[in-house]
């Protein structure tokens, strides 16, 4: 239920942003990037713990 809801949340900040146009464009082009790296700081974070631990 709750992925439902992000999903259409999501997708009313998408059209939100759609409407600003360029700076819409930016904005939504940094959210999305800026999900990317976190997700590889994260992934790097895991890794490094779980090669810790084999130690």
Do not use: T
Not at 23 to 52: P, S
């Amino acid at each position: 239920m709750f992925l439902l809801f992000l999903i259409v949340a999501s997708s009313v900040v998408g059209l939100l942003l759609l409407s600003l146009h360029e700076i819409g464009h930016i904005i939504g082009f940094g959210m999305i990037v800026g999900c990317l790296l976190r997700g590889l700081y994260l992934l790097h974070e895991i890794n490094r713990k779980l090669d810790l631990r084999k130690k």
